[in-house]
């Protein structure tokens, strides 16, 4: 199972764009943005780690958190609140 001590910083750094948007607006957030054709796009080397590790995959111009990485989302995000 991959843990956030396996992931780069790139991939982590997806994982803390979602746990911002997550905390700052209460609702669960299941992909990210990976290219908006607005010039903002998630980095590809980070999602392609992030697809490697089975934790979602590409689709639509979104980055969809698989079960796992839905997971470790939530993980992520409860280590920021200190409670694990």
């Given amino acids: 199972m991959t843990t956030p001590n396996d992931l780069s910083d790139k991939a982590l750094a997806v994982f803390a764009f979602a746990a911002y948007h997550q905390l700052e607006s209460g609702d669960a957030i299941t992909s990210v943005v990976s290219e908006d054709g607005a010039g903002h796009r998630a980095d590809p080397e980070a999602l392609a780690e992030l697809t490697e590790k089975e934790l979602g995959a590409e689709s639509g111009g979104r ?9 470790m989302l939530s993980q992520i995000i409860d280590r920021i609140r200190g409670t694990i």
């Fill in 63 to 71: 980055f969809v958190f698989n079960p796992a990485g839905q997971l």
